[in-house]
């Protein structure tokens, strides 16, 4: 941390706390999926044993558990430089694509699965010439392969289905005027939700019968200002939710339950070109207080993203990255979890690796 070249006033001072262990948590069941080095991995949380699901062919990532727990889908790129959903048991027998090729203009494509694992939402790179720099959303039939372009190429991320599967929402549009769009699986139908004036839009999700997101009412970089609304699911009825903001970029998780938001954001502390600092924090749905999960570690040094909620309501799963600096890219990444009831709120280490996901299956 001595050697720390980035911009901004760095935390050194701050000493971070010691990480419990995971038999601490007293968790009886339950098991949790993460990628580590390329490969998915599943731990049992009862007795802390960790099983290989993927073996070492280019990456395996993304995992993400289906409604019953027995299976698992994923993100691989084994048939060369394109990708493809696959789908596997929860032991990690049996895996099979379900989608064909697709790549994306930088980095990872994003997908999403139904709830019952009958289709999935990808978004591919556009293929026509005058559609470069665009991206088209697909829907995919598993049991048939069935692989239709849906509404015209765009700007597309962050798709999610409904919890009953009858619906896609997706971000569309540039950074500094991007919406929700919603897409009815049973009739193709893309709609535009309205934006009521707001830019910088994060990944819809459910908050009982309402959709949560967050939003900046400004369109730039330098000024933006997000926080987190609701809507009715037609996109009318645009609600704030709560006092809490950030001067950066949110994205937040509901847990099973409705009960509490697991808000994941990042800003940028020291101006332009100095380091992202990314933290987690607490909401109760209903109102409250909001509580921070991760201010104990110092920053930039330490980093936490990308929450899952266990299915007790209760616990809460995040990557966790040290990056000692020179440079710097995370070199260490943690899987830890949170008792969200528990007053200290110190994360327990799961297992090295990043991108939890949780069996719905207690």
């Known amino acids: 941390m001595k050697a720390y070249a980035g911009l901004g006033e760095p935390e050194a001072e701050k000493r971070p706390p010691r990480l419990r262990r995971a038999r601490e948590l007293a968790l009886a069941s339950g098991r949790i999926t993460f990628v580590r080095s390329g490969d998915v991995f599943a731990m049992d949380l009862a007795t802390g044993v960790e099983a290989q699901l993927t073996r070492k062919t280019q990456r395996n990532v993304a995992p993400t558990f289906l409604g019953d727990g027995r299976r698992i889908a994923f993100l691989s790129n084994r048939d060369g430089m394109a990708w493809r959903v696959f789908l596997m048991n929860a032991d990690g027998t049996e895996q099979r694509p379900i989608t064909g090729k697709f790549s994306a203009w930088y980095g990872e494509p994003s997908f999403a699965i139904s709830p019952d694992g009958a289709r999935v939402a990808y978004v591919a790179r556009a293929r026509a010439p005058a559609d470069e720099g665009l991206e088209e959303l697909h829907l995919v039939e598993v049991a048939s392969g069935d692989d239709q372009r ?121 101006g332009f070109g100095a380091d992202y600092w990314n933290e987690l924090t607490l909401l109760d749905a209903n109102g409250g207080a909001d509580r921070p999960l991760t201010s104990a570690f110092p920053r930039p040094f330490y980093s936490a993203y990308e929450p899952a909620w266990a299915p007790d309501d209760r616990h809460l799963a995040f990557t966790l990255s040290l990056c000692p600096y020179a440079g710097c890219e995370p070199t260490i990444r943690s899987v830890v979890v949170i008792d969200t009831r528990d007053a200290k709120a110190v994360p327990a280490f799961i297992a090295y690796g990043r991108g939890a996901s949780w069996s719905p299956v207690p």
């Open 150 to 270: 849906i509404g015209q190429p765009a700007t597309l991320s962050q798709c999610t289905f409904s919890p009953g599967g009858d619906a896609v929402h997706c971000v569309a549009g540039e950074f500094d005027a991007e919406h929700l769009l919603s897409v009815e699986v049973a009739t193709r139908r893309v709609r535009r939700l309205p934006d009521a004036g707001n830019h910088m839009f994060s990944a819809a999700r459910f908050l009982g019968d309402r959709l949560l997101f967050s939003a900046s009412e400004t369109g730039a970089l330098c000024c933006q200002r997000s926080r987190l609304y609701t809507t009715a699911l037609d996109g009318t009825g645009i609600k704030g939710l709560g006092s809490f903001w950030v001067s950066g970029s949110m994205r937040p998780e509901v847990s099973p339950k409705g009960s509490k938001i697991a808000v994941a954001w990042s800003v940028r502390v020291g």
